[in-house]
């Protein structure tokens, strides 16, 4: 089975800050996903990386996925208190089985 | 709004009884998964039907079944309650075969709650 892992598990920080979330595995999988929960919601995706290496961006988020395709991180710059919730990553392998859910990495940004 | 629809929103019940849960997909989409949620466990896969099949089966316990009927719903029912089976319940749904075809589109859960 494939775990992902996340860290920090919490995050809190002010406003215009800059940070970085990462999502580990042992594993290799086919691609990962990055998806936002706010509270009383269910999960958003925000991004799908596939190729190691890749960079993505999405406005002030940063994606990358590890040259081994096991490990991915988000870096978000100038955080704006709208960014807060919880972060997670998800992968599967290449049948699209065993697809889990890393734990999260709850933000707080603070105005 | 990501198009999956879920109710009921909350539910409040007693050790040992049963409820159900039902979700309905986004138009088109023909796979429905379900989650379960809650704080020390994350977001925990409990089946996939696809077009009205399982597809895929996760952490779901024996108390617990689902089914999706020909018009693509689904119902989730949840039996001989236990209070450690308070957690947010989440369908999600998506055109393709696997959860990693493309976006998964979350309903906004079912929050259950056992006393």
């Known amino acids: 089975t494939q775990l992902l892992e996340q860290s920090p598990q919490f995050l809190s920080i002010q406003e215009g800050e800059n940070l970085t979330v990462y999502c580990n595995s042992s594993?290799?999988?086919?691609?990962l996903q990055w998806y936002r929960q706010e509270p009383g919601e269910g999960p958003v995706l925000l991004v799908t990386?596939?190729?190691?290496?890749e960079v993505k961006k999405l406005k002030r988020l940063t994606f990358q996925f590890g040259d081994a395709r096991k490990d991915s991180s988000l870096h978000i710059t100038a955080a704006q208190p709208g960014d807060t919730g919880l972060y997670l990553c998800?992968?599967?392998?290449?049948?699209?089985?065993?697809?889990?859910f890393g734990p999260g990495t709850r933000l707080s940004v603070l105005p | 709004d990501s198009g999956v629809t879920q109710t009921p929103k909350h539910l409040i019940t007693a050790t040992g009884q049963r409820v159900t849960l039902r979700c309905s997909p986004r138009?088109?989409?023909?796979?429905v998964y379900w989650y379960q949620q809650s704080l020390d466990q994350g977001l925990q896969f409990l089946i996939q039907?696809?077009?009205?099949?399982?597809?895929a089966k996760g952490n779901i316990l024996e108390r617990f079944s689902a089914q999706q009927f020909p018009d693509l719903h689904s119902e989730l029912n949840l039996s001989s309650l236990e209070l450690g089976d308070s957690a947010l319940y989440f369908c999600?749904?998506?055109?393709?075969?696997?959860?990693?075809?493309?976006?998964?589109?979350f309903g906004e859960g079912s929050r259950l709650t056992v006393l």
């Open positions: 998800a992968g599967g392998d290449n049948y699209g089985q065993n697809f889990v």
């Open positions: 594993s290799v999988f086919s691609s």
């Open positions: 990386v596939v190729t190691g290496g």
């Open positions: 138009s088109g989409d023909l796979s």
């Open positions: 039907y696809y077009n009205g099949e399982e597809r």
């Open positions: 999600a749904s998506n055109m393709g075969l696997a959860a990693n075809t493309g976006e998964l589109f």
